[in-house]
């Protein structure tokens, strides 16, 4: 049963207050507020509080689990009844299974502002430990759609309301790049961007029905077109050869400092980073594929140049996949590494590089000085991500097993991993012409042809029949002797099949009793024979 009650609760006697008894015989207090209106309160029994009552009820029912549940009414009496009342009566309901609770939480979900789910999303996804640039991306996406969309609550959420939001998408112009020549050919989104949008979409739409503030997924009908993003790649990374790789470290070796600003405004402070410690940046990403979140939080401590063989760890603070990793680097990289290593402080970074896209621009300048070019005849770049293509390549190369390569790639799938392998047709005849040769040096065998007119096939056929009735003569009675439809020889009113079934011993078979059970062509050839009256 519901009931109904305003909570009470104490405070010190007001100053100047004036402490009566009523005409109830109830000791009260009488004082003024700032705002100078009268007010009054019961005291308590031994004088020093005063007790203050809410202005509006609150109600107290058990629900249909059996707990103690408070919800505040309002501030007359008879409509906080009525509500008791009402909640009284859905308790029943639900405790009777005539009201789904789950079917009740959704029909409150939809009521709710979309602010608030977009708000539990964003925590959800911080909550499951997901990295702070994709936790961004994802609700920059869903806010952008909600925007665009004009979408107000969840049952909005739509099929339909979707796909005029990729349509309006892949009609917005491309995000500028900080290179001109890069615009001219990418006037629109790309399809990987669209489908990036999409994914983070859908992720929210998966998520409201996983929490059960819809009954159904509304968009789990929307199909993502991975075959456009291979129609549409706008940057197609390639490869360069190994004088190429050679040239760049040799020529970055002796080349001035670059130097950067840590902030927009020009008077910034900068910071440099030498010829010497950009090349061999390249030779640590080149062998061992770490990506530049990793190669910019390397610490000499991440080294192990001793060990057999040697390594380097990439910590799972940095990487990509949340796990902290242990490679392998060759001898050769190795000794060049020890004495260059000696060299820097414990506890610090041994790079020093800027954000991302400041580190791909450091790459083609040095690739610039080099001569060797960013973009080839076909549109292929060679960035500085590139670098971690060109280590998994070297070891598709390099004859390594594919769980090998794909161990050492650290991708939890080979189709990711396959999307760095780029292996050239070269590459491919080098591997067929270590196929074992199929060739045969030996002369091919003669089928004989017969001495009369008869085919080579009859000759075969009657010099076998006469074998074998030799053979077979001290067992069977020529004129018991006859050939069945079924490959079946009578001898004396037994098959040959249950005369085998007598000899145990398979050596003591007369072989031409084998040679006509196991030869389908036995009763053709004798069949043949009275034919030709051989």
């Not at 005029?164 to 050919?185: I, K």
């Not at 999409?198 to 409201?208: A, V």
């Not at 670059?258 to 008077?267: A, D, I, K, S």
């Amino acid at each position: 049963m519901a009931s109904i009650f305003k909570r009470k609760r104490r405070r010190p006697i007001p100053v100047g207050a004036d402490i009566v008894t009523n005409k109830k015989g109830l000791t009260i207090a009488r004082w003024s507020d700032e705002r100078g209106r009268r007010l009054t309160a019961p005291v308590t029994d031994d004088g020093t509080m005063i007790v203050l009552e809410a202005s509006k009820y609150t109600i107290n029912y058990i629900d249909h689990e059996g707990r103690r549940r408070t919800v505040p009414g309002s501030e007359t009496k008879e409509t906080t009844k009525a509500a008791a009342a009402e909640i009284e009566k859905k308790v029943y309901l639900r405790r009777h299974d005539v009201i789904d609770p789950l079917m009740e939480q959704m029909a409150s979900a939809a009521n709710v502002p979309i602010d608030q789910h977009l708000r539990e999303f964003n925590n959800s996804l911080q909550r499951k430990g997901t990295s702070d640039k994709t936790v961004e991306t994802a609700m920059r996406h869903v806010e952008q759609f909600v925007d665009k969309s004009s979408i107000d609550s969840i049952s909005r959420l739509t099929t339909k309301t979707l796909d005029a939001y990729v349509v309006c998408l892949r009609n917005q112009p491309a995000r500028p790049s900080r290179h001109e020549e890069d615009n001219a050919s990418n006037p629109r989104m790309s399809a990987r961007t669209v489908n990036s949008h999409i994914r983070s979409i859908k992720q929210f739409s998966r998520w409201l029905w996983e929490t059960n503030r819809v009954a159904a997924d509304p968009l789990s009908a929307v199909k993502i077109n991975t075959k456009q993003e291979e129609k549409d790649r706008r940057h197609v990374r390639r490869n360069v050869t190994n004088e190429q790789l050679v040239h760049l470290i040799a020529t970055t070796e002796s080349a001035p400092d670059w130097t950067w600003r840590l902030g927009r405004p020009r008077n910034s402070p900068t910071v440099s980073v030498s010829g010497p410690e950009r090349a061999m940046l390249y030779r640590v990403a080149v062998g061992t594929g770490l990506r530049v979140s990793e190669l910019a939080n390397l610490k000499p401590s991440a080294f192990r140049l001793d060990a057999t063989p040697p390594t380097v760890t990439a910590m799972a603070a940095y990487a990509k996949g949340s796990r902290t990793d242990q490679l392998p680097i060759s001898d050769n990289l190795a000794a060049i590494l020890r004495p260059w290593l000696a060299q820097k402080p414990e506890g610090r970074p041994v790079f020093t590089l800027p954000r991302r896209e400041r580190v791909a621009d450091m790459l083609r300048a040095d690739l610039e000085r080099a001569g060797i070019p960013y973009k080839d005849a076909e549109g292929r770049v060679f960035d500085f991500h590139a670098t971690r293509g060109q280590y998994i390549t070297s070891l598709g190369k390099s004859g390594a097993s594919q769980v090998v390569v794909q161990q050492l790639a650290r991708h939890k799938d080979f189709n990711t991993t396959r999307r760095y392998l780029h292996l050239t047709v070269a590459d491919g005849a080098a591997a067929v012409n270590n196929l074992p040769s199929v060739g045969s040096k030996k002369p091919a065998p003669q089928l004989a042809t017969g001495t009369d007119s008869r085919s080579a096939v009859a000759a075969d056929l009657q010099h076998t029949h006469r074998t074998n009735r030799q053979n077979i003569g001290h067992h069977a009675t020529s004129e018991k002797y006859s050939g069945g439809g079924n490959n079946r020889l009578s001898f004396k009113g037994e098959t040959l099949k249950s005369r085998m079934r007598q000899h145990k011993n398979k050596a003591a078979c007369p072989s031409g009793l084998r040679e006509r059970i196991a030869n389908p062509l036995a009763n053709a050839n004798r069949r043949f024979e009275s034919d030709r009256g051989l």
